[in-house]
């Protein structure tokens, strides 16, 4: 049981430069969210889903695209990547009545 | 959301106990308060958390005022191993429920000295 598992766990852009970051878990839960951590911060929501095929925007969305299409996985889309958008990224899941769990974090540098 | 006020940073010795404190003045009715801690370079993970009485678990103890104004997590024998941030965060269970947001503040970072 693997829990939550995000890949990958280091990555460096360059500007412009567009990738995905992945989160899957195998816990049948049915929220799942993306967080960004910078140092010394807590953590900021991005963008969250209640469930397949349902999402919507946290406190910092811009620069960042989600999709839901199955329970599973909840992809973090980064289309143009910006330094501002370095940072620890972290994807959590729970269901009602459950704490949150929350997988070990990618770290991306983009120069 | 409401806001939740903690110390910075805390210290502590190994086998002693630790009482961390949170202010949550402006907390509604609905509001349950919610610990978690992340340990270095890792993801947070979950204490405790409770509505209005006290509450026990194997990690931790959480100590809620009669108003509801303040709480403060109690580890019982602090190790090495609970050298981490600690984030107090409220969560109504009524009109977040269906986002299942939490909001985090700085925390207070915890160091246990052998």
């Known amino acids: 049981n693997a829990g939550v598992t995000q890949t990958p766990k280091f990555q460096v852009l360059k500007t412009g430069q567009s990738m995905t970051l992945q989160c899957a878990q195998d816990?049948?839960?049915?929220?799942m969210s993306w967080y960004r951590q910078d140092p010394g911060m807590g953590l900021r929501l991005i963008h969250y889903?209640?469930?397949?095929?349902?999402?919507d925007q946290g406190e910092v969305p811009n620069g960042y695209n989600v999709s839901r299409s199955t329970t599973e996985d909840f992809p973090l889309r980064l289309l143009s990547a910006a330094p501002s958008q370095t940072s620890v990224y972290f994807c959590?899941?729970?269901?009602?009545?459950?704490?949150?769990?929350f997988g070990q974090g990618t770290r991306l540098t983009v120069v | 959301d409401a806001k939740t006020t903690q110390p910075n940073s805390m210290e502590s010795n190994e086998e002693e106990p630790v009482h961390l404190p949170c202010n949550h003045s402006?907390?509604?009715?609905?509001?349950?308060i919610h610990w978690y801690r992340q340990l270095p370079s890792q993801g947070p993970e979950y204490v405790i958390h409770?509505?209005?009485s006290n509450v026990n678990n194997r990690m931790a103890s959480l100590a809620i005022a009669e108003d509801r104004k303040s709480s403060t997590l109690i580890l019982h024998r602090a190790t090495l191993r609970d050298a981490a941030v600690y984030y107090c965060?409220?969560?109504?269970?009524?009109?977040?429920?269906?986002?299942?947001?939490?909001?985090f503040g700085k925390g207070t970072k915890l160091t246990v000295n052998p």
């Open positions: 959590a899941t729970k269901t009602v009545n459950t704490e949150a769990f």
């Open positions: 816990m049948n839960h049915e929220y």
């Open positions: 889903s209640v469930g397949a095929g349902i999402t």
């Open positions: 402006t907390i509604s009715g609905t509001d349950y």
């Open positions: 409770g509505l209005t």
């Open positions: 965060i409220l969560r109504d269970v009524i009109t977040q429920g269906g986002s299942e947001k939490l909001v």
